[in-house]
């Protein structure tokens, strides 16, 4: 929930006429991230000491790559499709990561399939949404000529 709303900012008024640069925006955005983080664990585990470690700078700087797309993304698709296509993506790759790369053991290939599958439908299906498609297919139903 923290983390996860960050998109609805990117669509703000505010932000909108304002224009704000990629860079600016990820910048605060991190910034809220880390505060947000050292309160959580703040509160969560005080009485560990905090350990820096070079995952952690890894799968930061991933992240911030990752996010530096995000914006455009949502300014260009909209808050719905793209959100929903790069969790579909990033399932579907840590999927392959861990069955692939680390040999994670696939229980249920069939189900593993049907579910790889049923993602990469409703992936598409949030992609077209975006698009005249549904208005297309809705007019093929009732008949009325495209």
Known sequence: VIFGAYGVLIKTPGVQEARVDTMIF?????AGVVIASLVIWGAASASREME??????????????????AYPAVILLGYAVGPAIWAGV????????????????????VVT??????????????????SEWPEQLQNWWEGRAP
């Open 52 to 69: 820096l470690s070079w995952w952690g700078v890894a799968f930061a700087s991933l992240w911030v790559g990752s996010q530096l797309a």
């Open 90 to 109: 990033t399932i579907v790759v840590s999927f392959f990561w861990g069955a692939g790369v680390f040999r994670e053991e696939v229980r249920h290939p």
């Open 113 to 130: 399939a049907l579910a790889l599958t049923l993602l990469v439908a409703g992936v598409a299906l949030a992609s077209a949404s975006a």
């Open 26 to 30: 990820q910048l605060y955005y991190s």
